[in-house]
């Protein structure tokens, strides 16, 4: 068998191994994620595994198959060049299949005041952007892909990994953000171009503090900016269609989303600017109780 | 006709209303079902008894108010045929 | 880094060796057991050891996990059971449906996948009629496996419900028709024992020796480690019950036409899992035995499958029985002509 190297990350509240045929990707792993807490010696909730496709592919032409202890049948392998997006998308896959601990909403999230905004919606919505662009406008980052909702508090728990911009939200966090805290550049992945962003030190330093949700936006980014109330019976089932382990979590999940559902405000957001967005929810945040 | 229904034990179901449907929340299955009216109605007034299609279409148009012309029982039969291939509701036998 | 998969085999075996693990250690442990699908069963074997608290966490979450599964699977059984509230012969549950819903050990901590149920060869095409009239639909619209699973297979092509999205295999034997062992199906239909809700789950002796076919006759061993634990609890638990058990399983395995791979399956349980059964009859190791235990332990502490050659040598094998060689031949041509899966 090949040799394997490997890393143990910790993220909010999941630790993470990372194997990997290639040091390539966990070199830059260990790069963008310097700032986060170290792991030695400790045991992990799951292992990311990254091998070669085909056992030639090692070296050849080398293209990366995403696996682990969780995985998917079909899973398209990448290029190695693209190791960094193969690991996060590992990580992802571990998270959706076998995270338990919480609901996980399919989300980005970012906290003011000790409350916790919720953004969610399909690729392409802009939620992953906006999260970016408000974490270096005074609000702390909490997640972009997936933000956890306890079964028992109610509260919205960080999972702050690498922020992942894709095509044009690259360029636009370019200018607000020093380059020292993007990873490299990945052109044409499955996603587009992709380059992933370091989140803002407070929010690893913070990665274990929760926030009570107050605001769920469904935002769409290219539309005449537009706020627009939303009912109830549509937000549980698009939040349902959100999140991969509602089933999973049974009559705890349910009960969940269900006080979620009841209790925080929702708003369909259109917009076509991080302006224009950035002050419909200065103005909604300030009309909450 | 006499075929007789009976419901899920009521702790076996957690209701939720939402603003225009009714969550429902099997617990043997863990199905989570989403309700329109009068499917809820229907299983509220069944609660606890073995009743025929006919005596709950009565029931329903004795508490909701059900214009007369509408032919309650086969919208109740066909209800119930829905309520019980989703395992909600069983046929009693006898 | 551990190479193979003793890790695992040795906590289940010995619960309480685990409070010597570190860290790393329990990691590779809980990738082998993930890989090996016997995370759920390990989790309720340590239950009582001292394991650090985020180990807990992570077999907790195994826990319910499988909880979860044993829930929806006998819901589905349900499901089945009420689709077919006409059909008035036996419905028999197989693998790990029937584990739980015959409360045994084996059944704790199971993974389950699909529904299996097992009917009367004659009652097929009623079964077929009544699940596709209760919301399933059929999975492959390829008209040659069709064809071949009709003729040869010893189940219909799975089916798929529409709206749970659950699957259903429903066989009438327990093993493919083209296989060297003739199991008779007739007698596992009569001798399945009735459980409250109108199902049915096989004797005794035919759930271990189905256990066992499925493991040998019917597979490359995917799974084995898996596969030997249940037939390990099995065993147990009926030998606890009934001093007459191990007779019974070697006069049945004789009917079924399973003897050498009952015996096989003794000493391998013994020898990996510790098994100790009085009248296991002859003890003798086959010089096969280093083999498949060698294939049954190939996972090493990052859950990758090793031992590639083992492997393949077991895949083409595992065809070889299911069907004679010039069938073996025209089947695996058309599937690599078609673009479809080749052995890994």
């Known amino acids: ?289 | 006709m006499t075929q007789k229904y009976r419901a899920a034990a009521q702790d076996d179901l957690i209701w939720h209303e939402l603003d225009s449907m009714t969550l429902l929340y099997h617990r043997t299955s863990g199905i989570t079902h989403m309700l329109a009216d009068p499917a809820p109605a229907i299983l509220e007034v069944m609660e606890g008894l073995s009743l025929t299609a006919a005596e709950i279409a009565a029931q329903l148009t004795a508490r909701f108010d059900i214009e007369s012309d509408i032919d309650a029982e086969n919208i109740v039969i066909a209800r119930l045929e829905e309520l019980s291939g989703l395992g909600l509701v069983a046929r009693v036998s006898g | 880094m551990m190479r193979d998969a003793r890790l695992l085999v040795d906590a289940l075996r010995n619960p309480a060796s685990v409070e010597m693990l570190d860290s790393g250690q329990w990691t590779e442990l809980i990738s082998i057991a993930r890989a090996e699908s016997l995370i759920g069963s390990l989790a309720h074997r340590v239950k009582d050891v001292a394991v650090p608290d985020r180990v807990r966490a992570v077999l907790q979450d195994a826990i319910e996990a499988h909880d979860l599964a044993r829930q929806q699977a006998l819901w589905e059984a349900d499901c089945a059971r009420r689709a077919l509230a006409e059909y008035p012969s036996k419905i028999v549950l197989m693998k790990g449906t029937a584990y739980v819903a015959a409360n045994l050990d084996a059944g704790v901590g199971r993974s389950i996948g699909d529904l299996d149920i097992m009917v009367a060869r004659e009652d097929l095409p009623v079964v077929e009629a009544a699940l596709l009239d209760a919301g399933w639909e059929w999975v492959k619209p390829d008209p040659y496996d069709d064809q071949y699973y009709r003729e040869h297979m010893h189940e219909l092509p799975p089916l798929i419900h529409r709206e749970r999205d659950r699957m259903i295999d429903v066989h009438h034997t327990i093993l493919p028709l083209t296989a060297a062992p003739k199991p008779d199906a007739k007698a596992i239909l009569d001798d399945a024992v009735r459980l409250d809700n109108g199902l049915y789950v096989m004797a005794p002796a035919d759930m271990v020796l189905h256990s066992i076919a499925h493991l040998f006759a019917d597979g490359d061993l995917a799974g084995g480690l898996r596969n030997l634990w249940d037939i390990n609890l099995l065993l147990r638990h009926f030998s606890e019950a009934d001093e007459n058990f191990l007779a019974e399983l070697q006069s049945r395995a004789q009917i079924h036409g399973l003897r050498v791979e009952l015996a096989r399956a003794l000493r391998l349980a013994a020898r990996i899992y510790g098994a100790s059964l009085d009248n296991i009859g002859s003890v003798e190791t086959a010089i096969s035995d280093n083999l498949y235990v060698r294939r049954l332990l190939a996972r090493d502490g990052y859950g990758r499958e090793t031992r590639k050659l083992t492997r393949f040598a077991f895949y083409v094998r595992s065809h070889w029985l299911r069907m004679p060689p010039l069938m073996l031949a025209r089947h695996l041509w058309t599937k690599w002509r078609k673009g479809g899966q080749q052995p890994k």
């Open chain 1, 1 to 289: 068998m090949g040799e394997m190297h490997q890393i143990l990350l910790k993220i909010g509240p999941a630790a993470f191994r990372i194997a990997s045929a290639w040091r390539q990707p966990l070199d830059q792993l260990v790069a963008l994620y310097s700032d986060y807490p170290l792991l030695v010696d400790q045991s992990v909730d799951f292992t990311v595994r990254l091998e070669p496709e085909k056992p030639w592919r090692r070296l050849l032409r080398p293209s990366v198959h995403i696996g682990g202890d969780f995985w998917l049948p079909d899973a398209a392998p990448l290029p190695l060049t693209q190791g960094l997006l193969a690991a996060e998308m590992g990580m992802n896959l571990q998270m959706a299949l076998g995270w338990r601990r919480h609901l996980l909403l399919h989300a980005s999230s970012v906290e003011k005041d000790g409350k916790a905004l919720i953004m969610t919606g399909l690729s392409g919505s802009g939620k992953s952007t906006l999260s970016a662009m408000l974490a270096e406008r005074g609000w702390r980052f909490m997640g972009d892909e997936f933000a956890l909702l306890s079964l028992d508090s109610g509260q919205i728990f960080p999972f702050p990994r690498l922020i992942s911009l894709k095509n044009e939200a690259i360029g636009a966090m370019q200018k607000v953000v020093a380059d020292t805290r993007f990873g490299p550049e990945m052109k044409a992945t499955p996603k587009g171009d992709i380059r992933h962003l370091v989140p803002p030190k407070a929010a690893i330093e913070r990665m274990d503090e929760p926030a009570k949700p107050a605001l769920l936006l469904f935002p769409r980014f290219g539309h005449a900016p537009e706020l627009r109330e939303m009912g109830k019976s549509e937000v549980f089932v698009r939040l349902t269609q959100a999140s991969t382990n509602y089933v999973a979590l049974g009559e705890g999940g349910f009960n969940a989303l269900t006080r979620f559902v009841d209790q925080v405000p929702v708003k369909a957001m259109d917009y076509q600017s991080t302006d224009q967005a950035e002050e419909m929810i200065h103005d909604l945040w300030g009309q909450l109780p």
